[in-house]
């Protein structure tokens, strides 16, 4: 009898570990308020709230932030807006990853990247910082560097002096003519990311 409960049970948490597997936290970082809405350091917001659009889908006020729950495939991806401000992103994500136990392979987090010119994918399962404030709370919080980021290039057609200003600017008539085709590839990774895997999304996207 013994044995037979430790059986059930033992299948009931194999059966839970598969579908945790199936679940993905797609963290877009940007700061809430609409003088940030359409600058560059919100592209994580724009990217998810591309997709939320496309697919019909409608962000609810959580704790921490705003999230829409997107089923493609057998996969439910969680799709987080943080409200902490950049600086303190990894608050939102540690609490979203905690309470839908969500493994950190299944974590993909959209930021802006100055290295990049504009619109440059890069997708890597790991990485420092590289500057960005974001990021450096989400890695300080996790205690780890080790999860998914797709940066997205915003370029550094700035002055000396003047990050600040541009990353918090609004883009280019040319940018925003150019966006909507990005943001529909960032849509696909997202897609892609759950379903064909991280190594073949970086195969895919790297560089497109």
């Known amino acids: 009898m013994i044995k037979w409960i430790a059986k059930l049970f033992s299948s009931a948490q194999k059966e839970e570990n598969i579908d945790n597997m199936k679940k993905y936290l797609i963290v877009g970082l940007g700061n809430i308020g609409a003088e940030y809405v359409n600058t560059r350091h919100n592209i994580g917001f724009k990217v ?65 990247d100055l290295n990049l010119s504009f619109g440059t994918i890069r997708i890597k399962p790991k990485g420092s910082d590289g500057g960005h404030n974001g990021l450096k709370n989400i890695n300080l919080v996790l205690n780890t560097q080790n999860y998914t980021r797709y940066r997205f290039g915003i370029s550094d057609e700035f002055k000396k002096g003047q990050q600040v200003d541009y990353v918090l600017g609004e883009w280019t008539a040319e940018e925003e003519a150019k966006l909507p085709e990005r943001l529909e590839t960032s849509a696909e990774i997202i897609r892609t990311f759950g379903t064909a895997g991280l190594e073949n999304t970086m195969t895919t996207f790297n560089g497109k």
């Open 48 to 112: 998810l709230d591309f997709l939320a659009k496309k697919e019909g889908l409608s962000f609810e006020t959580v704790k921490l932030g705003a999230l829409a729950e997107y089923k493609f495939k057998g996969r439910t991806f969680f799709l987080l807006k943080p409200n902490t401000y950049m600086n303190l992103s990894g608050k939102a994500v540690k609490y979203w990853m905690d309470k839908e136990n969500i493994p950190l392979e299944n974590i993909l987090v959209i930021t802006d």
